[in-house]
């Protein structure tokens, strides 16, 4: 690499006085505050429960629109109270797994 007129050579003595005297660059990592860890939220009842109701409504008015399938409306209704029920099951057996790991 050469060295033109417009790039001055430093002074080795200079530059070791210099980074003696300079603190080091950044902030000290003691002073530098850890943020606290926030805590997991679980999902909250209403927004579950109303979910699970606007999926079976949906699930519903999208079978009777069907044109070659048709379903009691009980019979779906109680098919869909049951495949709640499980899903509810699962999801407590999961969570109660996951709280012990």
Request: hydrophobic share 55%.
């Amino acid at each position: 690499m050469s060295n033109d007129e417009t790039t001055p050579i430093p002074d080795p003595a200079s530059t070791t006085a210099a980074a003696a005297t300079t603190p080091a660059a950044g902030p000290d990592p003691a002073a530098v505050p850890v943020p606290a860890a926030r805590a997991r939220r679980s999902p909250r009842f209403g927004t579950v429960f109303w979910g699970v109701v606007l999926l079976v409504f949906a699930a519903t008015m999208a079978v009777s629109a069907l044109p070659w399938f048709s379903v009691d409306p009980v019979t779906l209704l109680l098919g869909a109270c049951i495949a709640a029920g499980v899903l509810l099951v699962v999801a407590g057996v999961a969570a109660v797994v996951a709280r012990r790991g």
